[in-house]
């Protein structure tokens, strides 16, 4: 049998484009073939964060799997049965954990009754969301669509070791609800977190709080920022960062981060959270860059229309929408609010496990 073809070069080309593909694959019971990995860019086809997502989403249906194996550029992935249970799966490297629960959320949710999830990597790692930003931002807003997951840190993980743990509870659904997110209101609350974890010292923390402080009184002087200081307790390796959100009147959460590297002062590392946040609050955006794409899965299964107020659009999301209308049906209709913001809408298909 011929499988429908993805190419897994096109447009973002990178992992994003397996964890849509594959996820929407189980749920919908459409054997797949995905091409060209990775190809445009240097270390091409499947790392091994990607090939642990690859074989998580296996074990959840009972897929039958090739091409599985670190820097291939295909895989035949062909899904049985959505199942129930518990599920580990560990990159063994600093990959991200996030990324991780993005691949399997999405299917889990669906499930006859809840499920576990217990996932090892890194936990706040380079070019995805920080395992913060799940709890923070994208578990309130996901609420409001009927998904309902527990999250749980118990260890934090950081580049190049890895090791970081976290668990998961996922509670099932029959259908997905529509979101509407498009009145932005004013900013009324800026929380955030700056930590370091092994040997570094506090001292750098605390530079990166004042200086976050100090840059959101200059752009918002009524509201007062309160960053907390951390000391990570459980972590695996030396890492730092920041992590800051943001509250509207009418209920948005939107983020900002970023992680220290060596020879990077503190106060350059708070400012590229700070100018990320202020960024998307500028654009009066109701979902940040980050969430744009993260929402566009949930939005095309929903029963109902869905409607999200965004800045520029994002390469992960006009990626995100094409292989979603390619392989659910559906269709994205952006419009242009202003020369900042658009309207993203989908009518769902309503989906339901019969």
Do not use: W
């Amino acid at each position: 049998m011929s499988l429908p073809s993805i190419d897994g070069s096109y447009l973002e080309g990178g992992g994003q484009i397996l964890r849509i593909s594959t996820a929407l694959s189980v749920l919908l019971k459409k054997p797949i073939k995905v091409e060209k990995i990775r190809a445009g860019r240097k270390d091409g086809g499947l790392k091994p964060q990607h090939l642990t997502g690859i074989k998580l989403l296996r074990e959840i249906s009972d897929a039958k799997l090739s091409g599985a194996e670190i820097k291939s550029m295909e895989i035949n992935f062909n899904p049985e049965k959505l199942k129930s249970g518990s599920f580990m799966a560990d990159t063994k490297t600093a990959g991200s954990v996030g990324l991780l629960i993005q691949s399997a959320l999405p299917c889990l949710i669906f499930s006859e009754s809840e499920c576990q999830l217990h996932l090892r990597g890194g936990t706040n790692a380079d070019h995805s969301p920080q395992i913060d930003y799940f709890e923070n931002i994208f578990k309130p807003i996901a609420f409001r669509m009927g998904i309902d997951f527990d999250l749980e840190v118990l260890r934090r993980g950081f580049y190049p070791q890895g090791g970081g743990e976290v668990y998961v509870k996922t509670k099932p659904v029959i259908k997905l609800k529509p979101i509407e997110l498009v009145e932005f209101g004013k900013v009324n609350k800026i929380n955030g977190r700056a930590f370091v974890a092994g040997s570094l010292p506090i001292k750098i923390a605390e530079r990166m709080s004042e200086t976050a402080t100090n840059l959101f009184k200059s752009v918002y002087p009524d509201i007062l920022a309160n960053i907390e200081v951390v000391k990570e307790r459980k972590s695996i390796g030396n890492g730092c960062g920041i992590f800051i959100t943001a509250e509207t009147t009418s209920g948005c959460f939107l983020a900002g981060s970023a992680l220290g590297s060596k020879g990077v002062p503190a106060e350059h590392v708070a400012q590229e959270a700070v100018d990320s946040l202020v960024h998307d609050l500028e654009c009066e955006a109701c979902v940040d860059q980050y969430l744009q794409d993260q929402l566009i899965i949930f939005m095309a299964l929903a029963e109902g229309k869905s409607r999200i107020k965004a800045g520029p659009l994002t390469l992960h999301t006009k990626t995100a929408i094409h292989f979603t209308e390619l392989l659910t049906g559906t269709n994205f209709n952006i419009s242009s609010v202003d020369s900042k913001t658009n309207i993203i809408e989908c009518n769902g298909i309503g989906f339901k496990i019969n």
